[in-house]
Each structure stands twice: as C-alpha cells, then as structure tokens.
C-alpha cells in the first residue's frame, strides 16, 4: 500500500501544472497568440530547472543550448503571433535564410572586420601593454606618469577617436587596427602591471640570494606568475576589439566590413542582413574568447584556478 502522493503525481506538482494550464489559457484568450508563447517558455523553464539540479558535463551543455532553443522559439512564435514587421524584428528564420544567403559575403566582411582589423590590433595592442609593463614596473618614474595618462586615453570615447584615425591611417583595416589598439592596451597593461607585482616576497628574496639579473627574476619568476592577470586583460578585450572595430567601420571603411555592411543594411531595411551581421559578431566574440581561455588552461594549469 503507497502513501499518499506515493506511485504518482504529487499534489504539489498537479496543482502547478493546472495553475500553469489556467494561464495558459487565460493569457491566449486575452491575447490571441500568448497562449503558445508563454506555454513554451514555461515548458523550457521547467526543463531547465529540473536539469540544473544534476552536475556533469551533459547537463553544463544542455542547460544553455535548452534556454538558447526556448529563446528562439518563443522568438519565432511572436513573430508569427503578434505580426511584427521585418523592419523591427524579423524573426530567427528570416535571419537564418539571410544568413545562408549572403555566407560569401559575410565570410568577406569577418574577414576584413575581424581577422584583419581586430585580431591584428589586438595583437599589436596586447604585446604593447606587456613592453610599457615591464618598463612600468622596471622604472617607478614611469609608473608615476604613464599609468594616468593611461587612464585618460582608456577614458576617451571611441565615437571621438575613430574619426581621426580614420583620418591618419585611411580607410582600410589600419585605422580599425589602430583604434582596437587604444582600446585594449590599457585593460591589458594594468592587469599585467598588477600581475608583475604581485610575485610572492620570499620568492622574490631566494631569487635575490641568487644573484640573478633582473632579466632572469622577470623570466624565471615574475612573467610566469603575471600570466593569470595577462590572461585576464587578454579575455576582457576580446569583446573590446570586436566592438572597437566594428564602430570603427561606421567612420570610414571601403565597400565591405561588418561594421559598413550593418549601416548601409540599416539604410535599405535589410534587418535580416544586419542581424545575420550579428550572429556572425556573436559567434565570432565567443570563439575568441574560447581560444583564448584553453590557450590559458595550457599556460596557467598551475594556477588554482584552473584545478577542479
């Protein structure tokens, strides 16, 4: 003999399910097409809140791909439901359609925007705040003036600089280059300023007694414990030079780039290209920002960080 509740539903969960059906309903009727909508929110909701409850790597995957699914449905459905004109909100299948029509020339734009504006200045950007770091921290002169006139140019609005780079460097990718540089150099350089000091004193002292040059203490002992700060700084400005460059394009940029492509798209209310031109943003950032995260777990494995 079961108790009750025992061999089946609970109360509980019964009394939700009908609460969840009235409004269902309830919403569909005073809003013909909310009915759907709302149903499979909840319904991905509850997924998501049974499977957070389990650890493992299947449910860490499945959680975000159920909540991304969940958001593009509910997307579509209000499309559809509500009728919301293209030129506002096209739906993710417009997108999708847009996006594998147009594959040749987004593949263009990602790689004048990214891989030539982006990624170099990021590069260039980053191996200079590393150089001005270790001047910074070899010389207390330099750590007094440099690091606020860092700050003022961290401070100053790309909307301002990019025209005049733009300017200086032309129209094509340097100027993009140069403005993804003043954006990451800064973030870059006071996490590696930060991480230079933050070398342990008895080491700092053993390595002393040693009578080791400088040179060697920043190779031996200062530059490995300073990767997990640089590596912070490095992951920060990953999104810094997508944005950087991709504004950058609205000041200047010849007849292809993410950044023009969105602003004439915008012009012909092609929003299905422009939201293709985010996604391709999106995926992108996140697989930049991927990279490097594992390059850090192959360099910092030693860091407390990175166990577990």
Not at 52 to 62: D, K, Q, V
Request: aromatic share 12%; hydrophobic share 60%.
């Amino acid at each position: 003999m079961t108790r009750y509740g025992e061999g089946g539903a609970r109360p509980g969960a019964l009394i939700l399910g009908l609460a969840v059906l009235v409004l269902v309903l309830a919403a569909n009727r005073w809003w013909p097409g909310s009915g759907l909508l709302l149903f499979v929110w909840l319904a991905g909701w509850a997924v998501n809140s049974r499977l957070a409850h389990y650890e493992g790597p299947i449910s860490a995957m499945l959680v975000p791909l159920i909540f991304g699914a969940t958001l593009l449905a509910s997307w579509e459905i209000a499309c559809a439901s509500f009728a919301i004109p293209p030129v506002i909100l096209p739906a993710p299948s417009a997108i999708g359609a847009a996006f594998a029509a147009n594959l040749p020339l987004l593949w263009g734009d990602f790689v004048q925007t990214i891989l030539k504006g982006a990624l170099s200045g990021w590069l260039i950007g980053a191996a200079l705040a590393v150089a001005v770091a270790v001047l910074i921290d070899r010389s207390p002169f330099l750590q007094r003036g440099l690091l606020p006139i860092g700050n003022f140019v961290a401070a100053l609005p790309i909307v301002g600089i990019a025209p005049i780079l733009v300017m200086w460097f032309g129209f094509d990718w340097q100027s993009k280059a140069a403005v993804v540089v003043i954006m990451v150099f800064f973030p870059i350089l006071v996490n590696m300023v930060a991480g230079l000091k933050a070398t342990d004193a008895l080491a700092r002292d053993q390595i002393a007694t040693w009578s080791a040059s400088y040179a060697q203490a920043l190779v031996k002992l200062r530059l490995p414990s300073a990767m997990p700060f640089l590596f912070n700084g490095l992951k920060i400005t990953t999104t810094l030079a997508l944005i950087g460059a991709i504004v950058a394009e609205f000041f200047g940029s010849p007849t292809r780039g993410m950044g023009f492509r969105i602003s004439t798209s915008v012009g012909q209310l092609n929003l299905a290209l422009v939201w293709a031109e985010i996604l391709v943003a999106a995926l992108a950032g996140t697989a930049f920002y991927g990279i490097v995260a594992l390059i850090e777990k192959r360099v910092t494995f030693w860091h407390p960080s990175q166990r577990g």
